[in-house]
């Protein structure tokens, strides 16, 4: 099954993928039924999760339900436990937008929901995140998970958010991140996808973020917090919910 995941993820288009999940995802949730984990976003229990991974495949780490990983079921419990993000009236900017998110997302009465994308189906608005066609400080509340690593400039990307968000605004913007290597390794002569994915993780990624990577958002204008959740929780919960110990989310504000 492994091979077959791996396969599947590096020939079929992201697009595509999006489209073929909604057709087979109900089977597979069925056949893995059971009570070993639990997906926290649909609260449904499985016997294992999936495999997933590019290059290097993680065993039982995606949600056969939502299509959630680990830092998708990280993200909802910290804002389910630790922000009002599902009570406040907020304007809400969300970038290349996960399945497991975005129909609950787009179901809230108190946001105001906005998608963009280039490619994605999900997207409301096409955009590139280095010209965004929105105004400054219009929104209280964006999520950029796992999209400025596809990004070249990531600096004008990031600059672009900072223009957007109104002040008094937070965003989580999750990465790709090794926290054990200092700075950012990025190789713009690196163009082959085979060779990118052996490198970066992912062919259509462009570099492995480092621990630098909040000192530059900081550079940029935002206060970061790097906020280890799965510290708060118990090993017990982060086994249950399959997650990744120790990974951080990078909560900023402006």
Request: net charge positive; hydrophobic share 35%.
């Amino acid at each position: 099954m492994k091979k077959i995941f791996k396969l599947i993820l590096n020939i079929i288009p992201r697009p595509i993928l999006i489209r073929l999940s909604y057709l087979v995802r109900p089977i597979i949730a069925f056949t893995l039924r059971g009570n070993n984990y639990t997906d926290p976003i649909d609260n449904k229990s499985f016997k294992k999760f999936l495999p997933y991974g590019y290059e290097n495949q993680r065993e039982n780490v995606l949600s056969p339900s939502t299509l959630s990983l680990e830092r998708h079921r990280l993200l909802w419990l910290y804002l389910k436990n630790e922000t009002s993000f599902f009570a406040d009236t907020l304007k809400v900017l969300h970038f290349a937008p996960e399945q497991a998110f975005y129909k609950r997302f787009r179901k809230l009465k108190n946001i105001e929901y906005t998608t963009t994308d280039l490619n994605s189906p999900l997207a409301d608005v096409k955009a590139d995140i280095c010209k965004l066609p929105f105004k400054d400080n219009s929104y209280d509340v964006i999520f950029c998970n796992h999209v400025l690593e596809h990004i070249p400039d990531d600096t004008k990307a990031m600059q672009e958010l900072y223009r957007v968000l109104k002040p008094g605004g937070w965003g989580i913007f999750q990465i790709p991140q090794e926290l054990e290597r200092e700075t950012t390794f990025e190789d713009n002569s690196i163009t082959d996808k085979k060779e990118r994915a052996k490198i970066f993780g992912q062919y259509d990624h462009v570099r492995i973020y480092g621990r630098d990577y909040f000192n530059k958002l900081r550079s940029i204008g935002f206060t970061v917090e790097e906020q280890d959740y799965t510290n708060v929780l118990s090993k017990e919960d982060v086994n249950k919910y399959r997650l990744a110990q120790g990974e951080i989310i990078p909560i900023v504000r402006k």
